[in-house]
């Protein structure tokens, strides 16, 4: 992993190596807004942390003097078939790490399914569990930039959970969770969340037919959708792309939820007939 500047002109410029154990994989950097915080999986032994070689999250802190602090946000001891911990992202204070595990991290998870948890990193690491999929699966969280709201993929479908957290003097969380989707068809799914900074918008991707009429069972495609929640939890939708088979995949939303880039072989703009992958 490394942090690069770009110069007045946006050109790199300045590379700085944030990792530096020689051994082990690194992978899915996560930068806060500021760019000194970045959040991370790794098998690698950093600063003589994780010593037994498990995929576990951590968050470096590059410092004044470009030396870089680490701290292991998860700890799953044994193996590295203790637990995968991965999917780190961070929100735009880096003070928040939302990422999926398999390990029974606070002891709410004994099947040892994956579930979402959200990491408080100071001067200590105050973990709590989002998901409850007993059994299931939760995956694929995207934090907002606030750090208020994580949305997050479980069992196909799509849920944003409000995560407060009481730091002191006990640390205590309360989770509310709103339902985003629900399945229209008996198979499918709904993937691929990308939440904004207030966390009011959710763009993903669907083949269910979320806009009644939209992506309807004779197509049931790959399609982008947006979804907006309100202060009362109202979840309305729009969809975003409508196409007759291809490829509509990996939204981005911004931060104001206003736009949407995504990936897509169709030919929206009329320029692309051959149905090469583009970045709309």
């Given at each position: 992993v490394a942090a690069v500047a770009a110069d007045a002109a946006g050109q790199p410029a300045d590379a700085l190596r944030v990792t530096r154990y020689t051994l082990g994989v690194n992978s899915r950097p996560s930068v806060s807004q500021d760019g000194t915080r970045i959040a991370f999986w790794t098998t690698g032994r950093h600063t003589g942390q994780n010593n037994d070689g498990n995929v576990e999250i951590f968050l470096a802190e590059i410092q004044r003097d470009d030396t870089v602090r680490y701290t292991q946000v998860t700890s799953s001891t044994g193996s590295i078939l203790a637990g995968f911990n991965l999917g780190p992202v961070l929100d735009d204070a880096g003070r928040r790490v939302a990422f999926y595990s398999d390990a029974d991290l606070v002891g709410e998870n004994p099947d040892r399914g994956f579930e979402v948890y959200l990491a408080e990193v100071g001067t200590t690491v105050a973990i709590t569990q989002v998901s409850q999929a007993a059994r299931g699966f939760s995956v694929l969280p995207d934090i907002s930039g606030e750090g208020r709201f994580i949305a997050y993929v479980s069992n196909d479908d799509?849920?944003?959970?409000?995560?407060?957290?009481?730091?002191?003097?006990?640390?205590?969380?309360?989770?509310?969770?709103?339902?985003?989707?629900?399945?229209?068809?008996?198979?499918?799914?709904?993937?691929?969340?990308?939440?904004?900074?207030?966390?009011?918008?959710?763009?993903?991707?669907?083949?269910?037919?979320?806009?009644?009429?939209?992506?309807?069972?004779?197509?049931?495609?790959?399609?982008?959708?947006l979804a907006e929640i309100d202060a009362s939890g109202r979840v309305t939708y729009t969809q975003v792309t409508n196409s007759l088979g291809g490829i509509n995949d990996q939204p981005s939303i911004s931060g104001d939820g206003r736009r949407i880039v995504f990936l897509s072989d169709r030919d929206y703009t009329g320029d692309n007939p051959s149905a090469v992958r583009h970045i709309f």
């Open positions: 799509i849920y944003r959970a409000d995560v407060a957290y009481t730091g002191a003097p006990t640390p205590t969380w309360a989770i509310t969770t709103t339902r985003v989707t629900t399945l229209t068809r008996e198979v499918g799914y709904n993937d691929q969340p990308s939440i904004s900074r207030d966390g009011r918008f959710i763009a993903f991707v669907s083949d269910q037919d979320i806009v009644p009429g939209g992506n309807a069972e004779d197509n049931a495609n790959r399609e982008i959708f």
